[in-house]
């Protein structure tokens, strides 16, 4: 499954599947960007980073793509899982770590 | 690990009162950043601290104020206290002086205004 921009809050995949969530940033200056993952009640987990420096960057079943040409950003989770189950921000910082400017989040939801 | 400790972490106020939110952020982070969550929105950028100077400022209305004491540990002072002012508010820290930016974010305190 795959969210479409910013105007698509919610993704629904089921249990197995690959999830794709996608974000567009507004500062073309933005050198650094981190997905969080936040479930209901608690504060933004980490989940991966990337500079700007970079296209693609992989972790545990995570993989973080960034097209600095059109000022997008997608976050792939591979086999995704019920404990998958969050409100997944992407964020970016401008030239040092000051503060982060978050996107709106998207909700990914597992089916069985 | 440490992790970054918000307190407290329910705070029911009524209009026009004041609150003290306070953060203990991981050991040996010199950097601190209070963000305010409203119910279905993003986290917005309040307030950051490096080194207990106010290094950032986002939208923090003049009603709130913040400091970072000797120990690292910040607290965001409320007062005159709105209905609009019920939110998350997280508290994250950072080593500044590290390789990364990765902010780490506290468990967030819940307040609500009545």
């Known amino acids: 499954g795959e969210s479409v921009g910013l105007h698509l809050p919610t993704l629904s995949v089921q249990e197995g599947d690959n999830s794709i969530i996608n974000c567009a940033y507004s500062n073309s200056a933005s050198d650094y960007f981190i997905w969080y993952k936040q479930e209901s009640g608690k504060g933004p987990q980490f989940i991966i980073d990337?500079?700007?420096?970079?296209d693609k960057r992989q972790g545990q079943r995570v993989t973080v793509l960034l097209n600095k040409t059109v000022k997008h950003l997608s976050l792939q989770i591979a086999a995704t899982q019920p404990g998958d189950s969050a409100v997944y921000f992407c964020a970016e910082n401008i030239g040092g770590a000051q503060k982060l400017v978050f996107g709106q989040g998207t909700r990914l939801t597992i089916n069985p | 690990a440490a992790g970054v400790i918000q307190s407290p972490r329910h705070l029911i106020k009524e209009k026009r009162e004041t609150a003290t939110l306070k953060c203990y952020p991981i050991?040996?982070?010199?950097?601190v950043y209070w963000y305010q969550q409203g119910p279905g929105q993003d986290p917005q950028f309040l307030i950051s601290f490096y080194e207990k100077m106010q290094s950032d400022k986002g939208s923090i209305p003049d009603r709130f104020s913040a400091q970072q004491f000797s120990d690292y540990h910040s607290e965001l002072n409320m007062s005159s206290l709105e209905l609009g002012d019920s939110a998350l508010y997280f508290c994250?820290?950072?080593?500044?002086?590290?390789?990364?930016?990765?902010?780490?974010f506290g468990p967030g305190t819940r307040l609500t205004v009545t």
């Open positions: 050991p040996r982070h010199d950097t």
């Open positions: 990337i500079r700007s420096n970079m």
């Open positions: 994250a820290s950072s080593y500044r002086a590290g390789v990364s930016y990765e902010q780490y």
